[in-house]
């Protein structure tokens, strides 16, 4: 009964760990959940009361597809100043998360037989939604000892006619790798010679470390520009997950075209929730920083701790939530992987992780520090002693 996209589709490795773990726990087990996605913390009171005061004042009706406009003006003083970047209302669309904007630009730019570059560990709806086109992922390693950044040479050897996309992610989820200037610069320039499409996922721009700076690659130029669509989200910048608001900025006719698929599949992203988004972009900002001071602390001894356990080596990420450990000297006996590897520490530490087979790398795990420093000590200490037992 089933298309074949359908039965070629994978259900969110992500999604289904965090389902178990929530799962366990409500069955009574203490399970630390490393496998979350999303920031622990509670979307600021402000933005709270503004999605309650539109309701009270009558925004709960359908609204244009592609948003309203005070938001999209929002998202373009956004983008002008935290980015350098110059849109009109017209080259911005708000969606039902990023996860969803990535998925109409999907729809809206891949021809069966599109080539998309997707460099590896990838966050895993890219290559899904990639196939759903019924264009071709192609995957393209980075090492760890480049903190996961594409390098250009490897880039332009795997650039063909059919080349139609490349898809980045800084900071990443699940590598915490992020890109500088000189970095982007390269891809940039391979990009526009090419005449490859950028698609640039910024999501965790705001969740950056070490002094270090977002770039986006839009920024670094008229032409690159021109072939970018920059996406973004409320989500995890104001522990705004469950609101569900994304947005892209790009050229006309490509955000013309994801409203257009907006129209004929979801109408538009929730009013009440666009309402919110206008206090979260407009708002104090001072929860940003809050957050990034605890995720910083968080990182430090996550990192440290996971090197203390022997058989297990982790890079300091440099961005996003996450901890990305190489743990591929623990495959002995009946691990095999790191699905079995997240299997036995879910069942023997009760610590709930991702494989990182997911996101294309079966070396590594994916913990996430989006968890209290208490959840943290508890989880290190379990680990180290179902590790011991390997
Ligand atoms: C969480 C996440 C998204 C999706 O964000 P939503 O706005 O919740 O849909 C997109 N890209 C990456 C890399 C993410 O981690």
Known sequence: MLSQRARNINPSPTLTVDAKAKAMKAEGHDVVNFGVGEPDFDTPENIKEAGIRAIREGYTKYTPAGGILPLKQAVV????????LEYSTNEIVISCGAKHTLYGLAEALFDPGDEVIIPAPYWVSYP????????????????????FVLDPEALKAVVT????????????????????????????????????VVISDEVYETLIYDGMKHVSIASLGAEI?????????????????????????????????VTNIQGQSTSNPCSI??????????????????????????????????????GISCQ?????????????????????????????????????????????????????????????????????????KL
Not at 175 to 196: F, S
């Open 273 to 310: 929730a666009q309402h919110a988004a206008i206090e979260a972009l407009t708002g104090p900002q001072d929860m940003i920083a809050t957050m990034l001071v605890e995720f910083d602390k968080r990182r430090k001894r996550l990192v440290e701790g996971l090197n203390a356990i022997e």
């Open 77 to 84: 003083d956004k983008f002008k100043g935290d980015n350098g």
């Open 316 to 388: 300091m990420p440099r961005g996003a939530f996450y901890a990305f450990p190489n743990v591929k000297a623990l495959y002995r006996g009946e691990i095999k992987g790191s699905e079995d590897l997240s299997m036995f520490l879910l069942e023997e530490a009760k610590v709930a992780l991702v494989h990182g087979a997911a996101f294309g790398s079966d070396d590594h795990v994916r913990v996430s520090y989006a968890t209290s420093m208490e959840d943290i000590e508890k989880a290190l200490a379990r680990i180290a002693e179902a590790v011991g």
């Open 161 to 196: 006619s059919k080349t139609k996309a490349l898809i980045l992610n800084s900071p990443s989820n699940p590598t915490g790798g992020v890109y500088d200037r000189a970095a982007l610069e390269r891809i940039a320039e391979i990009a526009v010679a090419n005449n490859i």
């Open 225 to 257: 520009k021109a072939l970018t669509v920059v996406v973004n989200a409320v989500s995890k910048s104001y522990a705004m997950t469950g609101w569900r608001i994304g947005y892209a900025g790009g050229p006309v006719d490509v955000i013309k075209a």
């Open 128 to 147: 899904e939604q990639v196939r759903l086109t019924g264009a071709t992922p192609v995957i393209l390693e980075t090492s760890e000892d480049s903190g």
